[in-house]
């Protein structure tokens, strides 16, 4: 059980262009997701908490137009990457909390690569 | 500021050996404890969770948390090369949405 996907496990696109991920959890409801992003060989960086029907919370220094959060039902969220530019290539992950519990699990991330 | 904290190594230990990874926290309102493995290029899978002082036990893994030290303690038996990772301890504190997470503590097994 306690299953998150993601699509697409990875993407590479032209700089200017916009980029959805999406985030399922398969077999539960999650109220709260999370996405977080990550540069090799450096931490888990927290970027934004969607709840279900609200609008997403985003951490101190993440651009909330440049990342585009929408969580419209319990078992999906998305993630909108707009205007992309090679800066923002890296690693996202986003992570599903089973309603009701307080453990998070982690869908397998997206490596964004955009030239 | 919330933290956690651990020591992000690299720790090495001989195939068959105990490896010891340990965290710490700075909020006292911290409720839940969570250690995490992630390999290299890979998403973070949950490992296991505590939430009372003592020890959990799960195969070769054990947890440990000592609310009094704040002290959090995964202790990994028999060690193989396959658990060659990064682990991450993160803490939730009450009422609180976010997990803060420590940086990380990078574990080989040596063969």
């Known amino acids: 059980g306690a299953v998150v996907s993601q699509h697409p496990s990875r993407v590479i696109c032209k700089s200017g262009t916009s980029v959805k991920i999406e985030c399922r959890s398969l077999d539960f409801q999650a109220t709260t997701m999370f996405w977080y992003r990550q540069f090799p060989k450096q931490s888990l960086m927290l970027m934004a908490t969607s709840n279900e029907g609200s609008k997403a919370t985003y951490e101190q220094g993440v651009e909330k137009d440049k990342f585009l959060i929408n969580h419209a039902s319990l078992t999906l969220s998305t993630l909108t990457v707009t205007s992309a530019h090679p800066e923002d290539s890296s690693f996202y992950i986003c992570?599903?909390?089973?309603?009701?519990?307080?453990?998070?699990?982690f869908g397998p991330g997206t490596r964004l690569t955009v030239l | 500021q919330k933290e956690v904290e651990q020591n992000s190594g690299p720790l090495s230990v001989p195939e068959g050996a105990i490896a010891s990874l340990n965290c710490t926290y700075s909020d006292r309102g911290s409720q839940s404890f969570f250690w995490y493995r992630q390999y290299s290029g890979k998403s973070p899978e949950l490992i296991m969770s505590i939430y009372s002082n003592g020890d959990k036990e799960d195969g070769r893994f054990t947890a440990q948390l000592n609310k009094a030290s704040q002290y959090v303690s995964l202790l990994i038996r028999d060690s193989q090369p396959s658990d060659s990772a990064t682990y991450l301890c993160a803490a939730l504190s009450w009422g609180a949405q976010k997990l803060v997470f420590g940086q990380g503590t990078r574990l080989t097994i040596n063969p």
């Open positions: 992570s599903a909390r089973p309603s009701g519990a307080d453990t998070q699990y």
